[in-house]
């Protein structure tokens, strides 16, 4: 099967300066060299039978995270037309906060949705290891997670308060620049005894313990490091309750509004268990799994068919049915895969003319993220499942993945297959070269972006499967690092699944086109 990608080969920024053209190829893990094709070279269209090359689109989905780092950047930076940026980042005592990654097409640092993400990157490590490694990609993905998870040690403040947020959306949303150009010291949240943020705490704490497991074998000593700060983190946020947009982070409640915490500290103390194989902390999740459930009864309700920053219940519930026995888990992971597989529309999930899986509960922001989430699941939750089931929920992931690459008439993932976004919102990515002013002129040019932010999931289409490829249209065109998350992890799990998608078409399996 033809590899098709697409890049535009320009003048880069190098982290030391401006330097010469990118070169138009990935090197993997095994010293493999993909072949990149310009933009103005049209692509063939893939066949309708046989899989797409997952593991190629998986070395792309990962070079995306490398575009969004924040902080100095290393030498074996692959995006090189990014380059150092925010180097002012520190709390107010001077404590250095430099790293992590920018959330999506800004250049904040929320770290609700950025700690989901790195938990997600782990998990799919931890379940589909062989995946990333027939890829080669198995280096650059723990890269990836250690980047991410050395900016959110740095927001360990002792134990008794954490960092939640670095930057202030308001204020960034007011330019239209580049990272590089971030010069000042911006604001810090910092969630303590007196403004606790306990969904923000845990799920920072659940992004490190499962980094933990990850590292356990390479690097005893960053593992344990990541296993202190994921103890002093759950114990902060179960000490001390409360929502963090509440006092902690108001600026995060217009952009990052969590709904509920019990939820998260269930995700934290199951990855902790897993982590140190203490059965308190298992106890503990499944109290707070069955308080979310109570106390938390409208967010449960609303989001348990749900899988992103504001709600892990069903993650927290795949973690607890394989230490429990309680129906309670059971019953949600299998209504999870009914109702995300059945392509009958329901209250949570409704499918669109071409068989897209479109979640209703979070306004239509991220659509393909939350396909992915859910793909991702159900093929975790496969390892635990045989026949009919199993083939459900692996077909599932198949299908709809294969919606995102392109297979209904366009791709939805940056530089890959035909008609792939160009012009997604992203300010660094559609900023000219230095050293010309960028500004938000730019944000409303018609044209295609001058650089690529290979490998990025954009928000995605409407239920109507209706898409435009506008950078001023953020719900359907932004790129986020929570949304390539669990889609990285399906594209693992994908690239060396015991079912390929011929077998799906031939099982009656095949992602369903309605209407």
């Keep these: 099967m033809l590899l098709l990608l697409a890049v535009v080969l320009l003048s880069s920024i190098h982290a030391g300066g401006v330097g010469a053209t990118a070169a138009g190829r990935l090197v993997t893990d095994a010293g493999q060299t993909r072949q990149l094709l310009s933009t103005n070279v049209v692509p063939e269209s893939f066949t309708k039978t046989g899989d797409y090359d997952y593991g190629a689109v998986l070395s792309l989905s990962l070079l995306f995270y490398e575009a969004q780092r924040s902080g100095f950047l ?5 995006v090189a037309w990014r380059g150092n940026s925010a180097l002012n980042d520190r709390t107010p005592s001077g404590q250095d906060l430099t790293g992590g990654y920018y959330d999506a097409g800004d250049f904040v640092k929320f770290n609700l949705p950025q700690a989901f993400a790195m938990t997600m990157l782990s998990w799919g490590v931890l379940e589909f290891r062989e995946g990333y490694e027939k890829a080669g990609e198995l280096s650059h993905a723990l890269a990836t997670i250690k980047w991410g998870t050395d900016y959110l040690l740095k927001c360990d403040l002792g134990g008794k308060a954490v960092v939640a947020q670095v930057g202030l959306g308001q204020q960034d949303h007011s330019f239209w620049r580049r990272p590089e150009d971030i010069k000042d010291s911006r604001p810090v949240a910092i969630c303590d005894a007196s403004a606790p943020g306990s969904d923000v705490a845990a799920a920072m704490s659940a992004a490190l313990a499962a980094a933990a497991l990850v590292f ?22 179960n000490s001390q309750r409360s929502l963090y947009w509440e006092k902690c982070s108001k600026d995060a409640q217009r952009y990052y509004p969590s709904h509920c915490y019990m939820d998260d500290l269930a995700w ?6 897993g982590a140190t194989g203490e059965q308190q902390y ?3 999740a499944a109290q707070h799994y069955a308080d979310h459930r109570t106390k938390e009864k409208d967010a449960f309700e609303k989001y348990k068919f749900g899988l992103y ?5 069903s993650g927290a519930a795949l973690l607890l049915s394989r230490k429990l026995q309680d129906k309670a888990y059971s019953d949600q992971l299998t209504n999870f895969l009914d109702l995300w597989t059945s392509y009958k529309g329901n209250p949570h999930v409704v499918f669109s003319n071409k068989g897209f899986a479109w979640y209703t509960k979070d306004s239509g922001w991220g659509s393909l993220r939350h396909m992915s989430n859910a793909a991702f699941l159900l093929l975790v939750y496969a390892k635990q499942l045989s ?6 929920a692996v077909c599932f992931a198949h299908g709809q993945l294969r919606y ?6 366009r791709s939805f993932v940056v530089g890959y297959g035909n008609n792939p976004p160009q012009r997604v919102h992203h300010r660094a990515a559609s900023c000219p070269n230095p050293p010309a002013v960028c500004d938000y002129r730019y944000f409303s040019l018609q044209s295609p972006n001058p650089r690529t932010v290979f490998g990025a999931l954009v928000g995605g289409p409407d239920p109507s499967d209706i898409y435009r490829d506008d950078r001023t249209d953020a719900q359907a065109n932004e790129v ?7 889609f990285t992890g399906a594209l693992a799990a994908l690239n060396t699944a015991s079912i390929s998608y011929d077998q799906c078409v031939a099982k009656g399996l095949k992602r369903q086109k309605l209407g």
């Design 404 to 409: 995102a690459l392109g297979e209904a008439g």
């Design 268 to 273: 934290a103390a199951a990855w902790l268990n």
């Design 480 to 486: 986020a690092i929570d949304y390539n998350s669990g």
């Design 216 to 237: 356990k074998q390479a690097d005893a000593a960053y593992a344990a490091r990541c296993l202190k700060s994921a103890r002093n983190m759950y114990s902060f946020a």
């Design 74 to 78: 290393p030498a074996n930076q692959r």
């Design 387 to 392: 026949g009919i089931s199993r083939d459900r």
């Design 309 to 313: 920053w504001d709600t892990v219940s």
């Design 282 to 284: 298992l106890t503990e």
